[in-house]
């Protein structure tokens, strides 16, 4: 079946060390978003790439960065974690035509540890 | 994008209709209502949208008001796998950057055996 792919799905990493999330999507979607979800609260965009362009949300730290080698592939770069940083990632995609924006399939998401 | 305002939390009995209201007063004549849900440690999933009809798939139903002030989502025969937080978002659904969603606080939906 067509999908959004999250690698891993858990995932622990210590105060200070650079992290990496990865997406994968069957979908052949043109649009790519990254969410953080924190613990009992809604999921936040982060940013999203639109094809091969990149948008950042005003608020996202300068911590967080994104990557899309190709249309099937996403990552999510956390260059510094924080303990704030543990959360939920979840990945989603949506196709994208220019008069109309179809609805987000999202990932299973990667939880995030930060010791 | 418009506001949304959602019960926090509602119980059902298995095998009833589960009602969801949302209110978005605020809405503009071009902004879908739309709904998705997440079941624990899942996922958004996308149930369903609308601009001003009703609309209905092979989940649920969606009941939008004449003055679209308002709607409800209606899931005919809920089942303990519906048990789920219920987003109601209101957003333009024409392109022109695909913006992403804003998630309010939703309805925690508890379905009772």
């Known amino acids: 079946d067509a999908m959004v792919i999250q690698n891993p799905r858990y995932q622990v990493t210590q105060f200070g060390k650079p992290v990496t999330l990865s997406c994968s999507q069957t979908?052949?979607?043109?649009?790519m978003y990254w969410y953080q979800q924190k613990s009992s609260q809604a999921p936040k965009l982060l940013f999203h790439?639109?094809?091969?362009?990149?948008?950042n949300e005003a608020d996202t730290p300068d911590n967080f960065q994104s990557r899309r080698p190709n249309t099937s592939f996403c990552f999510l770069d956390i260059r510094s974690p924080g303990l704030g940083d543990a959360a939920m990632y979840l990945c989603a995609t949506s196709r994208d035509k220019g008069t109309a924006t179809y609805e987000q399939y999202f990932g299973p998401g990667t939880r995030l540890t930060v010791t | 994008d418009a506001k949304t305002t959602q019960p926090t939390s509602m119980d059902c009995a298995e095998g009833r209709a589960a009602n969801l209201p949302c209110n978005h007063s605020t809405i503009s004549g071009n902004e879908y209502v739309y709904w998705y849900r997440q079941i624990h440690s899942q996922g958004p999933q996308y149930i369903i949208h609308?601009?001003?009809n009703n609309e209905t798939n092979e989940m649920a139903s969606l009941i939008i008001t004449e003055d679209r002030k308002s709607s409800t989502l209606i899931l005919p025969h809920a089942t303990l796998r519906d048990t789920a937080v219920y987003y109601c978002i209101v957003r333009v659904a024409s392109g022109g950057g695909a913006d992403g969603l804003t998630f309010g606080k939703g309805t925690h939906l508890i379905i009772q055996p």
């Open positions: 609308g601009l001003k």
């Open positions: 790439y639109y094809d091969k362009d990149f948008n």
């Open positions: 979908l052949n979607h043109n649009v």
